[in-house]
């Protein structure tokens, strides 16, 4: 992946979920000041607004590295860090249209759904996103030049293999 879209999608991702996880924190893990106040803390709703307005951000930072990073990856069958890409995969989809359907969901039922949807793949996403940013990564293996054959040693079990 080239270094623009890696730094894009970590700029995308932190301000997307760091504005998320805030909001989420203020609005459900708070008690409102005030019982009759229709938010939980007086910048509740900027950072709401921020959260969607960063949120087309990623999409775009997503779709950006979609076919050189994630889809010839899934179709490869790449090992390194496979497990949390393919949850950040699998994660994506549940989490942007639920993310849409809260701002448009009419009834209540639906909108409760999809809020509970949105928070639970966002949240998982976020901290899968971590993960996949922590984990170990294999060292690049690389022939030395101009060494197309066989090793003279290449008839002698490896150590790996003992």
Not at 71 to 89: D, E, I, K, N, Y
Not at 102 to 123: D, K, N, P
């Amino acid at each position: 992946m080239r270094r623009l879209a890696a730094w894009s999608i970590h700029l995308a991702a932190l301000l997307v979920g760091g504005t998320g996880l805030v909001y989420g924190w203020m609005r459900y893990c708070l008690e409102p000041a005030d019982e009759l106040a229709l938010v939980h803390h007086p910048l509740e709703p900027r950072f709401q607004h921020l959260h969607v307005l960063f949120a087309p951000l990623l999409v775009f930072a997503c779709a950006a590295i979609w076919n050189e990073h994630v889809w010839q990856r899934v179709r490869s069958g790449h090992r390194p860090r496979r497990a949390t890409g393919l949850v950040l995969f699998t994660l994506f989809f549940p989490m942007v249209l639920s993310g849409a359907w809260v701002q448009i969901a009419a009834g209540e039922l639906a909108r409760e759904l999809a809020t509970w949807l949105h928070a639970g793949s966002g949240t998982a996403w976020c901290a899968a996103y971590l993960v996949h940013l922590l984990a170990r990564r294999e060292p690049a293996r690389h022939e030395p030049r101009g060494n197309t054959g066989p090793s003279p040693d290449s008839t002698a079990p490896s150590k790996a293999s003992a």
